[in-house]
């Protein structure tokens, strides 16, 4: 029976002599492609032993490392599922992903054994490991006595591979169901469509807790055998300074727009470069273009998300690539625009981007409902994007009809932000609004009203707020206003507010 885990077909894109590097890092270690065989079949071997059900969980909240990598690939390995967490989210918020999403493997940084231990416990995980940057911690001390033979475990196309945690107008987060085949029917086509070839070397500077770091860069340089310039951090300098080690970068618009601000990005400087890529937030036409008049190079932008991983891209080669756009449904990949009235809209006008294929997810973690909500009845998933498609097929997206800010590529969702706001003692309501930002793209705004007779202190509520949430969804600013806004049927006009504020950070 063919297995269809996602790690055998990483693995047998392993370049043949084992002994090449497959990963340097900027602390000046270096991996082979023999090390990443040994190191995910040891703690493959290690997540067995430990009798954990088919379809556990591994929840993993660490700092990037590769190591972290390689835990990804072991779950995977072992036929376990990946859930991975931003480094930023506090306990609270742990605390919901970790309840909702009953992991029997929590991996956590050491500083933060104390407060994750307890929060996993209490929902009933057996196993707390703890995984630290500088290559120590009790996973990797377990996984040092377990055997470097593995077979990889048998898996099937539909099987859960990853849940990565995404949220909605509701604003609690809902986990992404993503099956071995979404991913690597996703990565394929990406390493056609991309023209990945032999030689190539990827920076790799983003975090590998979302789709875009974790699956995309590291699929499709994997897939292809190829070595990864690994960065823990996003360090502009450090990126120059590797660009004439490399062909291949990807980012979100916020670095592209950090790397421009460095003056040694030169067109010497991106001299053996094939293909920069950006996406997970709208890039900027100004950026785009600066970015082609500094280095010769045309970004090459895409569009995705969690529940799908990529939709659309522009072309490689064999078309324009066209900046303010999204370019074309990937291979396999069916996108229409629908109109309020689920009708298929004519080209050019605008409407919801609603998508089919092989790498749309399975489904909400334990929200049957919601799940079907998120679908039409042919089968289609609702990405809450609205966009339009002109003559020659390029996509476009104009804005979202989903409650979302999208800031330096995280999101942040308002609903979940004026909740907590809400909750705090004189607050009568609060709105936020996401700005325009020169760095970041977009920022959020809060704008707050009082209960009658009480003074707000708009700077005392953002650090209330710093204390329980992850510091990327923390209001840039805070405003104390009389009253919001309101439409006749009572509705927030979000919109005025976006508007009054739009210049804030220009
Ligand atoms: C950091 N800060 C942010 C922020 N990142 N504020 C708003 N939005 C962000 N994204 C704030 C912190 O709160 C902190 O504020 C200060 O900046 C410094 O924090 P830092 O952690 O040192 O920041 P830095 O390292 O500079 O991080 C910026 C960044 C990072 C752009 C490198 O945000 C980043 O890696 N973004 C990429 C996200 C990503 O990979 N997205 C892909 C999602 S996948 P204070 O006040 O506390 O000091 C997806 C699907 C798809 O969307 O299509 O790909
Ligand atoms: P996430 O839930 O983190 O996966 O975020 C996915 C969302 O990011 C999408 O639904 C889009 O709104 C947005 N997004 C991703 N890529 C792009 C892009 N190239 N341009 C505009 N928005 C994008």
């Not at 082979?32 to 993993?60: C, F, H, I, K």
């Not at 897939?223 to 960065?231: D, T, V």
């Not at 522009?314 to 303010?324: D, I, T, V």
Request: neutral net charge; contains cysteine; glycine residues 10%.
């Amino acid at each position: 029976m063919k297995n269809h885990n996602l790690f055998a077909a990483l693995r047998a894109a392993f370049p043949a002599s084992l002994d090449e590097v497959a990963i340097e890092t900027d602390t000046g270690l270096s991996y082979t492609w023999r090390d990443l065989e040994r190191a995910t079949a040891m703690m493959a071997n290690l997540l067995q032993s430990l009798g954990l059900p088919a379809g556990a969980r591994v929840a993993v909240q660490v700092e990037k490392s590769v190591e972290a990598m390689v835990l990804y690939l072991a779950t995977l390995r072992a036929g376990y599922v990946f859930l991975p967490l931003n480094t930023a989210y506090q306990s609270a918020e742990i605390e919901y992903f970790i309840g909702n999403a009953e992991p029997s493997v929590v991996v956590c940084a050491s500083r933060n054994f104390g407060w994750v231990s307890k929060i996993a416990f209490k929902a009933g995980t057996q196993n707390v490991f703890t995984l630290d940057e500088d290559r120590s911690g009790s996973l990797l001390d377990r996984a040092g006595h377990c055997s470097d033979q593995h077979e990889v475990a048998l898996k099937q196309a539909d099987d859960m591979a990853a849940i990565l945690y995404t949220s909605g107008t509701t604003g609690r987060s809902k986990g992404a169901m993503l099956s071995h085949g979404n991913l690597l029917s996703n990565a394929q086509v990406l390493k056609d469509y991309w023209g990945w070839k032999k030689g190539d070397v990827l920076i790799h500077a983003l975090p590998i807790f979302h789709v875009h770091g974790l699956f995309v860069a590291m699929h499709g340089a994997l897939l292809n055998g190829s070595k990864m310039i690994w960065l823990g951090k996003f360090d502009p300098k450090l990126v120059v300074e590797k660009l004439p080690e490399a062909t291949v970068f990807m980012g979100v618009p916020t670095l592209y727009v950090r790397l421009l601000a460095e003056a040694g990005l030169t067109l010497e400087a991106c001299r053996n470069m094939r293909l920069f890529i950006a996406g997970s937030a709208p890039l900027l036409i100004e950026t785009f273009k600066e970015w082609q008049q500094r280095t010769g190079h045309t970004i090459l932008e895409r569009y995705g998300m969690s529940e799908t991983a990529m939709l659309t891209s522009n072309p490689y080669q064999g078309g324009e690539r066209r900046g303010g756009t999204v370019g074309f449904a990937l291979p396999g990949v069916s996108l229409r625009v629908q109109g309020d009235e689920g009708q298929s809209l004519p080209v050019g006008e605008i409407g919801d981007i609603q998508v089919k294929g092989p790498n749309v997810f399975q489904g909400y973690w334990r929200m049957p409902e919601k799940t079907k909500e998120e679908f039409t009845a042919d089968g289609y998933f609702k990405t809450g994007d609205v966009g339009k498609i002109d003559e020659r097929g390029y996509i476009t997206i104009v804005g979202r009809s989903k409650d979302l800010i999208i800031s330096g590529g995280y999101n942040v969702y308002p609903a979940e932000i004026e909740g907590y706001i809400n909750e705090m003692p004189g607050v009568a309501e609060s709105a936020l609004v996401g700005v325009p930002h020169p760095d970041f793209g977009e920022v959020g705004v809060a704008v707050v009203t009082a209960k009658a007779g009480v003074t707000l202190d708009a700077s005392r509520m953002l650090a209330e707020l710093k204390s329980r949430l992850a510091n990327f969804k923390i209001p840039k600013q805070c405003f104390v206003v009389s009253e919001l806004p309101r439409n006749a049927m009572g509705k927030v006009q979000k919109n005025l507010l976006r508007e009054q504020h739009k210049s804030l950070f220009s």
